[in-house]
């Protein structure tokens, strides 16, 4: 146990010389300012390439995502109508459905479904 110890601390000390020769060797810069422009050609911006995001926006393809992934797990009731009897299908169809349209209901309320602010 003893020669584990004393090799993993060898393994660490080589490790820790190696990173701070790499750091004084090294060449970078830590102020370079064309490397952190935001464009690649080298022209300085006119005006500020930081454009505000519309959250509203995010929101509504958020809820169109979930509204759309509800909607693919309708495809498998077509299929399994064969395979079930009709009452089965009929109430597990009519809950899902019940579930989407309390989803739309809420959605509606907070005034997620507007496109104008």
Known sequence: MNMITLLILFIFMICSCLIMIVNLISNKTSQDREKFSPFECGFDPKTSARLPFSLHFFLIGVIFLIFDIEIV????????????NIFSYFTLSIMFLFILIIGLYHEWNQNA?????
């Not at 479904?113 to 602010?117: E, Q, R, S, Y």
């Open 73 to 84: 797990l309708l495809l498998p009731f077509i299929i399994s109508f064969k395979i079930t």
């Open 113 to 117: 479904l507007t496109w104008v602010n």
